[in-house]
């Protein structure tokens, strides 16, 4: 038995393949065979840890009484399923990495060993954030309801292109690098030509930088109603390069994303309460007893009302018409149509109080004074010269 141990162990050390001992490829095959095992070993503790992590968070979410239809979990989510994204292919290269070390291997292979270990790495590195960044863009994407084409879905696929381009861009240069490219002159060639691009599609990388501030800062969303300088109406869809807008008299309005953010944006989807200011005159000759009645009776009415909340009712200033009022209510609802309604109640009960009251509304007027001229003086005779 102990001749038979004694001649194998001889054979592995004197047979060669491609010049390697038996030995040392076989050691090395075992080192890859328990550097994959324990690697996986470890991948699937981390995923377990996480798994345990997000089920955490979403119970405590759950207990919080989190909004239906909001986005489940948080950072333990995000980081199960990128842990869930590692590349077994990878993996098992790294294994065979780890046996290729304990190998005497000739020449430049060492080097090219190493190089090899740092494809990996980037390549994995590389994989993470793709997935990372489109999780990312797809949760904050839901979080603000933008489950759509409606909302947001064109920017933000064009924020997770972008991110994943300059991602993977970045993983080149530097695989580039390690693998002893000089990539000083490509980088600077790059800078030139991107410059040159951007310089003559400036307005077009206007308004998708107007888009891409318009996702994030959210000054509108579609379907609310905004007024933009001459313009009224609901927001239909976000774009790229434009907005459209649906105006209250019918038609849809173009307006490009850059034009758009440089103006004041009113914007009524936070509306809940309409403070409105209204006045009116009375005539003059108005007792004072009677003006200040009047103001007890506007009260009386705005009070009287349910989605009306009385604010103040004053007698302003003496015009040049009238005694002028100015009344403040606020209407408990933000609909125009319910704010025109309630207007229209108040202006006929006041017409009514003022008709008990004998007093009339003040009309503009203007009196026109004619003063009489006195005689003229008679003219002095006329003699004739001779």
Not at 99 to 125: C, I, M, S, Y
Not at 344 to 359: D, F, P, S, T, Y
């Amino acid at each position: 038995m102990e001749q038979q141990i004694a001649s194998a162990t001889t054979w592995l050390h004197a047979e060669t393949f491609w010049g390697l001992s038996a030995s040392s490829l076989l050691i090395a095959a075992a080192a890859t065979l328990l550097t994959y095992l324990v690697l996986m070993l470890a991948l699937r503790w981390a995923v377990g840890r996480a798994s345990q992590a997000a089920e955490q968070q979403q119970q405590q979410a759950g207990e919080g009484g989190a909004a239906a239809g909001a986005p489940r979990g948080g950072p333990a989510t995000i980081a199960l399923q990128v842990l869930a994204g590692t590349s077994r292919l990878l993996i098992l290269l790294a294994a065979l990495l780890v046996g290729a070390g304990l190998l005497d291997l000739p020449g430049r292979w060492p080097a090219k060993v190493e190089q090899l270990w740092f494809l990996a790495l980037a390549l994995q590195v590389g994989l993470w954030g793709t997935r990372a960044t489109t999780l990312v863009v797809d949760r904050y994407r839901q979080h603000h309801g933008a489950t759509g084409p409606a909302q947001m879905s064109a920017s933000a696929t064009l924020m997770s292109w972008g991110l994943r381009t300059l991602l993977w861009a970045t993983v080149l240069l530097a695989i580039l690098s390690n693998l002893g490219v000089n990539i000083t002159a490509f980088v600077a060639s790059l800078g030139v030509g991107g410059i040159a691009i951007a310089l003559a599609v400036q307005n077009v990388l206007g308004d998708l930088f107007a888009s891409m501030a318009i996702a994030v800062d959210k000054p509108f969303e579609v379907g609310d109603f905004i007024v933009v300088g001459s313009v009224a109406g609901t927001v239909q869809q976000i774009g790229v390069k434009t907005t459209r807008i649906r105006a209250l008299s019918g038609e849809q309005v173009v307006m490009s994303n850059t034009d758009l953010l440089k103006q004041t944006i009113n914007n009524y989807r936070h509306l809940r309460e309409r403070r409105i200011v209204f006045n009116f005159r009375v005539a003059y000759g108005t007792p004072a007893d009677t003006a200040e009645a009047i103001a007890q009776a506007v009260r009386r009415i705005i009070e009287a009302e349910p989605n009306a909340r009385f604010d103040r009712a004053h007698l302003q200033s003496f015009s040049e018409t009238g005694l002028a009022y100015e009344v403040v209510y606020i209407v408990l609802d933000a609909g125009y149509n319910t704010y025109m309604d309630l207007q229209q109640k108040i202006n006929l009960a006041l017409m009514r109080e003022l008709e008990a009251m004998g007093v009339g509304f003040a009309v503009p007027e203007r009196r026109l004074h004619m003063a009489s001229l006195p005689p003229e003086p008679p003219a002095a005779p006329r003699h004739a010269m001779v």
